[in-house]
């Protein structure tokens, strides 16, 4: 797509933003990845790496929904903080095992989209504050 056409693109609802959508296959593979992990973690690792991913869509989705340029940027910002958040719980998992090299591989690269979108995403929002 070129960049005469992606920017005629009207947002018109979160899910056309691209870091929500990138967001959102990262929220589910990090659903199916933690399905494997010991039912003892179900409360904690677990737990924590669901509502970090759950955290990084959602906080674009309130962002989204905000009035102002500047109140936007502050969820985009928090979503940001909740997917570092979660590349640190990614390799605490794969350092203890519950996640192999490969899987790891997949899910880190798509965490590392979705920052670049999303770091792309709160830069064009702030160009708009005045």
Avoid: C
């Avoid at 609802?13 to 992990?37: C, M, P, R």
């Avoid at 973690?41 to 790496?49: A, F, H, R």
């Avoid at 989705?61 to 905000?66: D, L, P, Q, S, T």
């Amino acid at each position: 797509m070129s960049d005469e056409v992606r920017a005629k693109i009207k947002i018109t609802s979160f899910t056309d933003i691209k870091a929500w959508q990138e967001g959102h296959k990262l929220v589910l593979k990090i659903y199916e990845i933690t399905n494997q992990f010991p039912a003892r973690e179900t409360y904690s690792l677990v737990d924590q790496m669901r509502r970090a991913a759950s955290s990084i869509t959602s906080n674009i989705a309130e962002g989204f929904g905000r009035q102002s340029f500047r109140d936007r940027v502050k969820f985009y910002y928090i979503a940001q903080g909740s997917l570092t958040e979660l590349k640190n719980q990614i390799l605490i998992a794969k350092d203890i095992g519950y996640i192999k090299e490969g899987d790891f591989e997949g899910i880190a690269a798509q965490a590392n989209t979705v920052h670049k979108l999303l770091h792309g995403f709160i830069l064009k929002s702030k160009s708009f504050i005045s």
